[in-house]
């Protein structure tokens, strides 16, 4: 049985933020890879979490997929406490990686290629208030064609440097002014599909059908 470490990233702010639409996004992933077999453990980083725990959820888990509001062109400075601790804890335990691949003797190695997490996979699913037109596009003023694989790489460049297989992330646009929730589940879904697979209807519980 292949297993999911789903981690909600969200942050709440009052009047602004209140987390239902990253909830539900999430439940949606949970309730997507269980309907193909993934044994699945959630971590929501508000709600607190241990420390050594979740360096054993992400030895655990084949896929890591994590859930975030996007708040000032990046994810929620507990997501980035939370990167930052496990995974140093995973370093300093030498489970996450062997250094940066680089040694004093051979110090021209390329560097980041010390992982010691290859076969893992790591996906970001995103909420944005921006527009997805806002990417992709060097006319645009403020990001200059850069797309939002190239605005996180920040968070994903952890687990590739762990050898983890990074995946194309997912992102809800407008979500403030111009949503389409419905829309964005739809798609959400075609994309776990084309990842991991459609969900076989001997996985389905009758009343899932």
């Not at 453990?41 to 859930?67: F, M, N, P, R």
């Not at 300093?92 to 110090?107: A, E, I, K, V, W």
């Not at 596009?137 to 797309?147: E, M, T, V």
């Amino acid at each position: 049985m292949k297993k999911v470490l789903i981690i909600n990233a969200h942050q709440f702010y009052d009047g602004i933020s209140s987390g239902k639409l990253n909830s539900a996004v999430a439940e949606l992933i949970q309730q997507e890879m269980a309907q193909r077999g993934y044994a699945v453990q959630q971590t929501s980083i508000e709600q607190g979490y241990d420390l050594q725990e979740e360096v054993e959820k992400h030895l655990w888990a084949d896929v890591i997929v994590t859930q975030s509001p996007v708040y000032w062109f990046g994810a929620p400075w507990i997501y980035k406490k939370y990167l930052d601790e496990v995974f140093t804890a995973g370093m300093m335990q030498g489970c996450f990686l062997d250094g940066d691949g680089r040694t004093r003797s051979d110090p021209g190695k390329q560097y980041g290629t010390g992982g010691k997490m290859q076969g893992k996979q790591h996906m970001l699913s995103l909420t944005w208030n921006a527009p997805k037109e806002a990417f992709d596009d060097p006319q645009q003023r403020l990001l200059a064609g850069k797309s939002v694989d190239d605005v996180m790489v920040n968070y994903t460049a952890s687990y590739k440097f762990c050898g983890v297989e990074i995946l194309p992330s997912f992102s809800c646009f407008d979500v403030m002014k111009n949503p389409d929730i419905d829309g964005d589940l739809t798609r959400l879904k075609q994309q776990l599909a084309k990842a991991f697979g459609e969900v076989a209807l001997s996985a389905l519980q009758p009343n899932d059908r």
